[in-house]
């Protein structure tokens, strides 16, 4: 799907950005891979990396703030993964007009970037935190999605189609319980927020697969949740940490004790596939194309969250997913 095609990635300087450029040059042969970030030390360390040197490759420094910025990016361009977002909770809080600028107003721009330059398609990349949001990275997150799904009616019938993807943890992304936990460690105690807080958990290498399979599939106006496996956070000490001793601190600001990648109050819109949902967008007066991917329809008040509906990951499934980050008495 991607050989002879034109792609950019915002955010590409990130975890998830990284991880797509580097799957993409292996498995593809793209005519260009645009990494779209601000950040030049960066650009310039991921430029330097072995793993990234290729002639279809190039780095295009400019803000999801700047729309002129973005239009000129993305001229002749097929496809444009969004993955670039100010993330952190706490953060949020403290500057909700950072946040703001960048997570809602930056969707915006590439929305109307992408019309202008003529691009194929757009995916942009949400978070379970945008599903009944609790605090501000949430929230602008579920304006993010909206946008890009509204987007559809702008772009007519043959113009630029937006989907998005939601999912939930990516195992050993910054900021993530998983290298705080093989940290602390080294010290012999662990802090843990409640022991029976469940979370999804998703490789890095299974999110791009994921957005390269919606990619391909998209029709524009879906919002697409992967079927993932969850666990309890005791599961995840009790793997990484199993000789160490526990301090519970209570949940944070903003956090949930369980994560819900579809609410129940959705559950009228979903199709259900093999290995993934598609939830429908509220309104198709752009004509929704998405019944013809197939799926079946949920029941009323169905609801995936990481304590119902889903696959709960066992003690060797679990040690599998987090191979990097085990004890060397468990590798």
Request: aromatic share 8%; glycine share 8%; proline share 4%.
């Amino acid at each position: 799907m991607l050989n002879d095609k034109s792609i950019l990635i915002t955010g590409g300087t990130g975890s998830f950005g990284h991880k797509f450029v580097e799957m993409v040059l292996e498995r593809y042969r793209p005519h260009r891979l645009i990494v779209y970030s601000r950040d030049e030390l960066k650009q310039s360390e991921m430029q330097a990396h072995q793993d990234f040197q290729s002639p279809s490759l190039r780095f295009f420094l400019g803000d999801v703030r700047d729309q002129d910025r973005l239009f000129l990016a993305m001229r002749g361009v097929d496809y444009v993964v969004h993955a670039a977002a100010l993330k952190q909770v706490p953060a949020a809080e403290y500057n909700p007009h950072e946040f703001i600028k960048t997570n809602v107003n930056g969707a915006t721009n590439v929305v109307e970037a992408a019309i202008r330059a003529g691009v194929q398609k757009v995916v942009a990349l949400s978070t379970d935190k945008a599903v009944n949001p609790v605090n501000l990275y949430g929230a602008t997150k579920l304006c993010s999605d909206k946008v890009f799904i509204a987007a559809n009616s702008y772009a007519g019938g043959g113009g630029t189609t937006y989907s998005v993807v939601r999912y939930g943890n990516v195992v050993g992304s910054r900021g993530s319980v998983v290298p705080l936990f093989a940290k602390q460690r080294e010290s012999g105690k662990l802090t843990i927020t409640n022991p029976d807080m469940t979370r999804f958990l998703i490789t890095l290498e299974q999110g791009v697969d994921f957005v390269l399979q919606s990619l391909e599939n998209m029709v524009g106006g879906e919002l697409f949740v992967p079927k993932i496996p969850a666990c309890s956070v005791s599961d995840i000490a009790e793997v990484l940490a199993p000789d160490c001793e526990w301090e519970t601190i209570g949940l944070r600001p903003g956090e949930k004790m369980h994560e819900v990648l579809i609410p129940a109050d959705e559950a009228r819109n979903i199709l259900e596939f093999e290995d993934h949902f598609v939830i429908q967008p509220i309104q198709s007066f752009w004509g929704n194309k998405i019944g013809i991917l197939g799926g079946v329809t949920c029941s009323e008040g169905f609801l995936f969250a990481s304590n119902v509906n889903c696959h709960s990951l066992n003690e060797a499934e679990l040690k599998v997913l987090l191979k990097d980050f085990l004890p060397q008495s468990s590798t």
